[in-house]
């Protein structure tokens, strides 16, 4: 299954953060016209700028949006921090990650140990709609949106130049919380399992030096449904 953020959240992290392309997509599941993928063989005639484990961007931000594969979230956390190293021009990145903590996601914790980590939000698990992503299936193609049945944590790592250029704030972030909220949001396909919110709560914290500098809580999300 594929899915995205929604529009409103791509408009914001364009007109915001500078995002111009997405480490993870395909032709027929990206916003921009340029996208890393899997399969840059065929994927290049439509925009594919080849693998994100191959490629070595020293300066843009960048909307990263890995496939829930955990092995493949470990991958990206760890080469994340190895792209910001190794350059000196502003360089960002905006993570997303399922907020699964049972068991803990390694890529979370590597990501809140980075020395780059500068901001992360967190949105409640069915309380946030993504783009469906397989809506070149005709039975798909009905639906817009879903529910995320699971919590999603947003991290922006950015090495000092992309931080200077793309400074997270609260209510820049709360313009991406809102627009995760915002969509109108078919229910049904949260249906069939239930999930754990209580540690998915809705928030916004702002980081310097790997120490919280300003934190927001919305409500504990905590779903008995």
């Known amino acids: 299954m594929q899915a995205a953020a929604p529009e409103d959240v791509f408009e914001a992290m364009r007109e915001d953060f500078g995002v111009c392309m997405e480490s993870f997509g395909?032709?027929?599941?990206?916003?921009?016209?340029?996208?890393?993928s899997a399969f840059p063989d065929t994927d290049v005639h439509f925009g594919s700028v080849g693998s994100f484990f191959r490629n070595e961007p020293v300066e843009g931000s960048f909307e990263t949006g890995p496939p829930y594969v955990k092995e493949t979230m470990d991958r990206m956390a760890v080469r994340l921090d190895k792209l910001l190293a190794a350059s000196d021009k502003p360089l960002s990145f905006i993570v997303f990650v399922p907020d699964w903590y049972d068991p803990p996601l390694q890529a979370k914790l590597t990501m809140e140990a980075s020395p780059y980590l500068r901001a992360d939000l967190a949105a409640n698990g069915r309380k946030h709609a993504y783009v469906v992503g397989n809506q070149h299936i005709p039975k798909a193609a009905r639906r817009r949106y879903y529910s995320v049945p699971h919590g999603t944590r947003l991290y922006w790592l950015q090495n000092d130049a992309g931080h200077a250029k793309w400074p997270p704030t609260r209510k820049k972030l709360q313009r991406v919380l809102d627009g995760l909220e915002r969509c109108q949001i078919d229910s049904d396909s949260a249906v069939g399992k239930r999930y754990d919110t209580r540690f998915s709560a809705g928030s916004i914290r702002l980081f310097k030096d790997g120490k919280v500098i300003d934190e927001k809580k919305a409500d504990w999300g905590v779903d008995d449904a």
Request: contains cysteine; aromatic residues 28%.
């Open 26 to 36: 395909s032709p027929l599941n990206c916003y921009f016209q340029r996208f890393g």
